[in-house]
C-alpha cells in the first residue's frame, strides 16, 4: 500500500511556472509514478510518468519540452515540473503509483492502483 500526498498547485498566469510534489509514504525504488489531470467535462489523461528505478520518463506530446519530470530518492518524492503554463493547462492534477510490473512506464488510468488527492492548477490568460 502508497499513499500519496500532492502539494504545489495554485493559480498561475499564462506563461508562469508550477512545481508540483508528490510524496510517498514508503521507499519508491519498485515503483512507477505517473501524473494525470483532469479538466472540467473531460476524462483524466496521462501527462508523463517516471520509472523510479532507473529515472526514465514519458510525457505526453503537449507537454513535451514545458513540463518535467524529477525525483529525490532521500524524500521519497516526486515533481512535476511545468514551464510555460497555457489557459488549456487548467485541471487538476493527480499522483499515482504503480509497482513496477510493466516492461514500460504504464500510461492508462487503470494501471495505477495508488492515487494522490489531487491539486487544481488553474492558469489565467
Known amino acids: 500500500q502508497v499513499m500519496l500526498v500532492e502539494s504545489g498547485g495554485g493559480l498561475v498566469q499564462a506563461g508562469g511556472s508550477l512545481r508540483l510534489a508528490c510524496a510517498a509514504s514508503?521507499?519508491?525504488?519498485?515503483?512507477?509514478m505517473g501524473w494525470f489531470r483532469q479538466a472540467p467535462g473531460k476524462e483524466r489523461e496521462f501527462v508523463a510518468g517516471?520509472?523510479?528505478?532507473?529515472?526514465?520518463?514519458v510525457t505526453l506530446d503537449s507537454v513535451k519540452g514545458r513540463f518535467s519530470l524529477a525525483r529525490d530518492s532521500a524524500k521519497n518524492t516526486g515533481y512535476l515540473q511545468m514551464n510555460s503554463l497555457k489557459p488549456e493547462d487548467t485541471a487538476v492534477y493527480y499522483c499515482?503509483?504503480?509497482?513496477?510490473?510493466?516492461?514500460?512506464?504504464?500510461?492508462?488510468?487503470?494501471?495505477?492502483?495508488?492515487w494522490g488527492q489531487g491539486t487544481q492548477v488553474t492558469v489565467s490568460s
Open positions: 517516471i520509472r523510479w528505478s532507473s529515472g526514465s520518463t
Open positions: 499515482a503509483a504503480a509497482p513496477q510490473y510493466h516492461p514500460v512506464i504504464p500510461t492508462a488510468r487503470n494501471q495505477y492502483p495508488f
Open positions: 514508503r521507499t519508491f525504488t519498485n515503483y512507477d
